[in-house]
Each structure stands twice: as structure tokens, then as C-alpha cells.
């Protein structure tokens, strides 16, 4: 069965420093990776996705994300956090099925 | 355009009732999807419609779990006999077709309270 594990629960950094969330899978066959994000009070909203090609992948408000095949890593990168990237956030995984495999989330808070 | 809608945002029942939750995806996209999000944790997938099937039911805890979708676009969850476990978010998504590299649009969620 596929599974999904982010490294951290919650993380609290200043603002500017550089943020990396690590998210780690369990499946054997071709995947496509997604980061959403959840700001406070919104709903889950994508924030980038691989499906193939460069496994470096730019996504929305500064965000990357690379895809390691060897480490079953999809890790999130922003090299300078803003107080406004306070949010959740979930790293998901699709296999060869419909149904998004997401973690337990991170929770970041971004101090001023 | 318009996202995906839920209603209601807020529901609170007694163990043992009958609840109803709706979505209402992105117009024209073919492919709708329920989870499940308890406290601390990430989104469960519950169902997956193309259309007005259910293509994929894997994840309904049990029997008292029932989804339609009539018309191929809204959809509503129904959930039997009530149990204080069934306390969550539950949220839905659209997607455009369905397909394995879609982009899957939350909506809002319900959150469902079991007193």
C-alpha cells in the first residue's frame, strides 16, 4: 500500500530564513507528486506538482520542489519564508489510481 | 470562475442521526472525489465519481457511508447512524477528467460534529 510520511509535524522559523520539508513515499510504481498548502481559514490549494520530466519543479509564491527517484523523496524548498507562508502543509502522492495518498501535514508558522 | 462549494460549512448531529453533506464541484469537470480529514491528520480518500458513477469506492469506512452523484455534478455524502468517530472535515474535490495528472480543486470542507 502506498504511504506518505512528512519528517516534520511542526516547524517555526523567522522570517527570511530558508524553509525544507521533507515528504518521503512508499510506492513502487510511477507516481505523480503534489505539495498543497492551507492557509489559515482557506481550503487546501495546490502549490506545485511533478509528473515527469525535470525533477526540479517550480510552483507558486517562491516554491520548488525536487523529485529524488533514487531517496522516494519529494522534498519543499523556499529559500526566504515570508510571515504570509504560514499555513499546512501536505505532500501527496498519486499512483496508478484517482485517490490522492497525503501525509499528516506540517505545520509551519512563520514568525516576524 | 466559481471554486468548489460545500454546504452546509458546519455540521452538528447526535450520535445515531442521519446526515447529508454536499459539493457542488468546478462546472464541467467530470471528476469529483470525497475524503476525510480527522484532527492531525492529512486527507483520507473516501470515493471517486466520473460522471454519475462511483468508479472507485475503496475507501468508505463501512455501510454506513453512501455517496450519489444523479446528474453527473453535484454530488451529496450520506452518512447513517451517526457515530461519534465520524467526527472530521469533509472535504471534496473536482477534477477536469479524471485523469491520473489532473489537478484535483478542493472545495471548503463540512465539518461534521458527533455529539
Known amino acids: 500500500a502506498q504511504s506518505v510520511s512528512q519528517h516534520n509535524h511542526h516547524v517555526i522559523l523567522s522570517e527570511a530564513a530558508s524553509l525544507e520539508l521533507g515528504c518521503n513515499y512508499s510506492?513502487?510504481?510511477?507516481?505523480?507528486l503534489f505539495w498543497y498548502v492551507q492557509y489559515p481559514g482557506q481550503h487546501l490549494q495546490l502549490l506545485l506538482k511533478?509528473?515527469?520530466?525535470?525533477?526540479l519543479v517550480k510552483g507558486i509564491k517562491g516554491f520548488e520542489a525536487e523529485f529524488i527517484k533514487s531517496k522516494f523523496s519529494f522534498n519543499l524548498r523556499k529559500p526566504s519564508v515570508q510571515w504570509s507562508d504560514t499555513a499546512e502543509y501536505f505532500c501527496a502522492v498519486k499512483g496508478s489510481g484517482y485517490a490522492l495518498n497525503f501525509g499528516k501535514g506540517t505545520s509551519l508558522l512563520v514568525t516576524p | 470562475g466559481a471554486g468548489v462549494s460545500q454546504t452546509p460549512s458546519n455540521k452538528v448531529t447526535e450520535k445515531g442521526k442521519y446526515v447529508e453533506l454536499r459539493c457542488d464541484p468546478i462546472s464541467g469537470h467530470t471528476a469529483l472525489y470525497w475524503y476525510r480529514q480527522s484532527l492531525g491528520q492529512g486527507p483520507e480518500f473516501l470515493i471517486y465519481?466520473?460522471?454519475?458513477?462511483?468508479?472507485?469506492d475503496s475507501g468508505l469506512p463501512n455501510d454506513r457511508f453512501f455517496a450519489v452523484r444523479p446528474e453527473g455534478s453535484v454530488s451529496t455524502l450520506k452518512i447513517q447512524r451517526t457515530e461519534r468517530g465520524d467526527s472530521a472535515v469533509y472535504l471534496c474535490a473536482s477534477s477536469l477528467t479524471g485523469g491520473l495528472t489532473d489537478t484535483q480543486y478542493f472545495g471548503p470542507g463540512t465539518r461534521l460534529t458527533v455529539l
Open positions: 510506492y513502487g510504481g510511477t507516481v505523480n
Open positions: 465519481f466520473q460522471g454519475t458513477g462511483a468508479a472507485d
Open positions: 511533478y509528473f515527469s520530466g525535470d525533477p
